[in-house]
């Protein structure tokens, strides 16, 4: 089996993440912050550890100021619902996921101001219209990192440099990126970082977070719920610090003690080695799928503009058949449709059908890129049956 659906969850994981979960649940088992016993002590031990590690990847100031949740999709709705009000302007692209859209879209009801700027056909963004939307009433800019549908890098260094010239936070959905690709809070200006677990960290699913800045205001920020937090238990107000503050309920602290193995083995790798691997096998199979009559591959077309993430359609295939035949013909596994992302897809010109598509790890190698290859030219030749196999499976967009 070949799996290539990285950009949903990487697989396989490093050992030792399955390793650190087995020896929480075995050894320490207690809940983090909640008690004074020695199990309540380690695990609150192992939590701030991987505080520590995030905010040395990330380059995030304080450590405590990362606050934990299920996933990046939590955490991107934390930063949105909480900070923005109605008569705000928020930007964003033409490129963003639904987690994104969706929480921008319901608070556009709420008398948010949303304004969203077009990216090319190959996804990139020109900085210069964030700089031209700016308006008396803006708040915030909101951007992707890197499209889930065809990896294309955003500008983030340059929206940065803007949102600070113009007193405005920069909200930064790494969700693509986090592991994967190079990211400094401080260097690039970015305010808010929203982060998944269980992608690019290596981590496993229901982990993710929101990495806050010191020009947050928290006293406007507003935590997505309230409730106990093992700190000033005497008082029935949330607490006003945090991460205390946006971390009610007791935390997947099982999850976070293998979280923290991902991150510490991304960390051991080194981001440039894993960058320059997987840029490697990235171009290699953009020109393998390019060299393939009757398909089009979407994106820039340059594995140094992108992350490991290539979408692709076979002309008189729809997506959903090929899946099909590379899971039951060829044991690859990938993602088919519109990715969550219908933005995206509009902007490259594949809405509503989508694409398919292929997203590789560290742990890929150029003898998954071959066969995959291999496979597409094999059902691009064999064109379409008679009778297209069609999903009605809504987990497919």
């Not at 994967?180 to 977070?209: C, V």
Request: proline residues 6%; negative net charge.
């Amino acid at each position: 089996m070949i799996y290539l659906d990285n950009a949903a969850t990487s697989w396989p994981k490093p050992p030792a993440v399955a390793e650190a979960m087995v020896r929480f649940l075995e050894q320490v088992g207690a809940s983090p912050g909640r008690s004074s016993h020695r199990l309540s002590v380690e695990a609150g031990r192992i939590i701030y550890q991987v505080r520590e590690d995030l905010a040395k990847l990330f380059n995030c100031p304080d450590p405590l100021h990362i606050v934990f949740g299920l996933n990046a999709t939590e955490a991107l709705n934390l930063a949105l619902q909480g900070y923005l009000r109605p008569g705000d302007q928020v930007i964003t692209s033409s490129m963003e996921h639904n987690s994104v859209m969706r929480p921008l879209r319901a608070l556009e009801k709420r008398g948010v101001e949303l304004t969203v700027l077009p990216c090319s056909g190959e996804g990139f963004l020109e900085p210069g219209l964030i700089e031209e939307a700016i308006r008396p009433n803006t708040v915030m800019i909101v951007l992707n990192h890197a499209s889930n549908v065809i990896g294309t890098l955003l500008p983030v260094r340059e929206a940065g440099r803007i949102a600070r010239r113009n007193g405005l936070l920069l909200l930064v959905d790494a969700a693509q990126t986090a592991g994967a690709y190079p990211i400094d809070m401080e260097r690039q200006n970015i305010d808010l970082l929203a982060f998944t677990g269980h992608k690019s960290l290596l981590g496993p699913q229901g982990t993710g977070g929101l990495c806050i800045g010191p020009r947050v205001d928290l006293e406007r920020l507003e935590p997505l719920k309230r409730g106990g937090t093992g700190s000033r238990s005497k008082f029935e107000e949330q607490p006003d610090f945090l991460p205390d503050m946006c971390e009610s309920g007791t935390l997947n602290a099982v999850g976070l003690a293998g979280l923290g193995a991902g991150v510490r083995f991304v960390l051991a790798q080194g981001l440039t080695s894993i960058r320059h691997h997987e840029a490697r096998l990235t171009q290699r199979l953009i020109d393998g799928l390019r060299s393939i009559p009757g398909l089009t591959v979407y994106g820039s077309g340059d594995a140094h503009q992108q992350t490991a993430t290539i979408s692709f359609n076979i002309e008189g295939l729809l997506p959903s058949e090929v899946g099909l035949r590379l899971d039951e013909g060829y044991e690859i596994m990938c993602r088919v449709g519109l990715h969550c992302a219908p933005a995206a897809h509009k902007t490259i010109g594949t809405f509503p059908q989508g694409t398919v598509r292929f997203s590789l790890s560290l742990f890929n190698t150029e003898q998954d890129v071959e066969a995959a290859v291999d496979a597409v030219v094999k059902i691009a030749q064999e064109g379409k049956a008679s009778a297209p196999y069609q999903s009605q499976c809504p987990l497919l967009g």
